[in-house]
């Protein structure tokens, strides 16, 4: 029996109610990339309209983003690893442009500097949230970011070397810095953000923002934590 290769790359989706806007996500993944959608607890057959779409379905109980996205890594069988929001507020057809730099081994995390499109693509309050945490993202790590965008890429087998442990809304905070503090190379890319499908379900509201914002708060009050993630991003240079 002949086995299936690994696709490429590994697109890992973190779904909650996104049935309006899964069709034309899920249509602009790359070519032999594979979609892989983790249903986050829908209850308007997302997670059906997803297979019957072709992607890859898996699910996780657990309520967070970082429960949604560390299923789908833990899922993902591809070397290279992107993530990207469900809602079309970002166009998975321009993945490959963040996941270059990664493929070719001249980076190791690359992230998509949200670049909006319209007003209403990113809420004053979540946008200044964001500003006040690059500044903390610098202090603490020295990287100087200017967005900590959800869509990014990075190989699979250095992110689950990071041990992450965050479920909430600082997994992709707790990436960049358990990532920084392994010697990472750290880029950012921009891309279009424009309004999203549907209701947000974290920074569309003062009340989400703050969750999140507490969220990474704590993540950034981490000691930094030895392991082997900095041996395994090295191999893959």
Sequence with gaps: MIETPPPPVDVVLPCLDEAEALPWVLERIPPT???IVVDNGSTDGSADIAR?????VVHEPRRGFGAACHTGLSAATADVVCFCDCDASLDPGLLPRVAGPVLDGSADLVLGRRRPTARRAWPTHARLANLELARLIRRRTGLRLRDLGPMRAARREALLALELTDRRSGYP???VV???DAGWRVYETDVPYQPRTGRSKVTGTWRGTWQAVRDMRAVLAEQPVTGSAAAVAGAAR
């Design 33 to 35: 990339w594979r979609a």
């Design 52 to 56: 019957d779409l072709g992607a890859y």
């Design 173 to 175: 905070l707790q990436t």
């Design 178 to 180: 358990r990532a920084a």
